[in-house]
């Protein structure tokens, strides 16, 4: 059983474009996390999501918004896309102390 | 603010040479340390952690890492590295609760056969 679902995998669309992607995990863990790897593999924090309070970092424009339907969800998504925006995007949940769980990720592509 | 430096962003080694990658960290409270690996078209996987206690941590696939308060540094090492350990490493810190890791720029290991 996978414990951190990403969909999709691979998202190829076009600039002004708006986009989502679903991640889901099924670990009970009251925290997750959306980051960002750019191309040059820089991994950056986007947000955390904890008991429906959002830590957002400051540097993320707020074309990025998480949305949490339930405790075991968090999508994110991105209003008029930008070529900037192309990067693989992390999914990741945690019981606490740090410790955190991966998804596969998702690669967006941006023309 | 914390933050994570990882000195070598390329390394090439030859198989069965030792292995120490060097992660220094800057937070000013209690931490948690991590290193993680990526292998190629892959997600990222825990190797080894620290909390606290001895700071002298084990991971998975033989690898070990040495936290030095002192130093601020929390390096990795592999006795013998082997072909399949060419990956990208990633040191990271948190200080717990929901505010995520930090992690440094990464290590491109590259391990010839």
């Known amino acids: 059983d996978t414990a951190v679902s990403q969909t999709p995998k691979y998202l190829v669309t076009q600039m002004g474009n708006d986009k989502s992607i679903k991640c889901e995990q099924n670990?009970?863990?009251?925290?997750m996390y959306w980051y960002k790897q750019d191309s040059k593999k820089f991994l950056k924090i986007m947000f955390s999501?904890?008991?429906?309070?959002?830590?957002i970092n400051e540097t993320v424009p707020n074309r990025f918004s998480p949305k949490s339907p339930d405790k075991a969800h968090l999508n994110l998504h991105i209003n008029s896309l930008e070529l900037g925006d192309s990067a693989v995007y992390f999914c990741?949940?945690?019981?606490?102390?740090?410790?955190?769980?991966f998804g596969p990720g998702t690669r967006l592509t941006v023309t | 603010a914390q933050s994570v430096s990882q000195h070598n962003h390329h390394v090439i080694l030859s198989e069965a040479a030792s292995l120490e990658l060097g992660c220094n960290y800057s937070?000013?409270?209690?931490?948690?340390l991590f290193w993680y690996v990526q292998y190629p078209g892959q997600h990222l996987q825990l190797l080894l952690k620290y909390f606290s206690g001895d700071p002298l941590v084990k991971g998975i696939k033989g690898f070990e890492a040495e936290f030095i308060k002192s130093k601020f540094s929390f390096n990795l090492r592999k006795p013998s590295v082997q072909w399949s350990d060419t990956a990208e490493y990633f040191c990271a810190v948190t200080g717990g609760g929901a505010d995520g890791l930090t992690f440094g720029k990464g290590t491109h290991l590259i391990i010839q056969p």
């Open positions: 937070y000013g409270g209690t931490v948690n």
């Open positions: 670990l009970g863990h009251d925290t």
């Open positions: 999501y904890n008991n429906k309070e959002l830590i």
């Open positions: 990741a949940s945690s019981p606490g102390q740090g410790k955190q769980y």
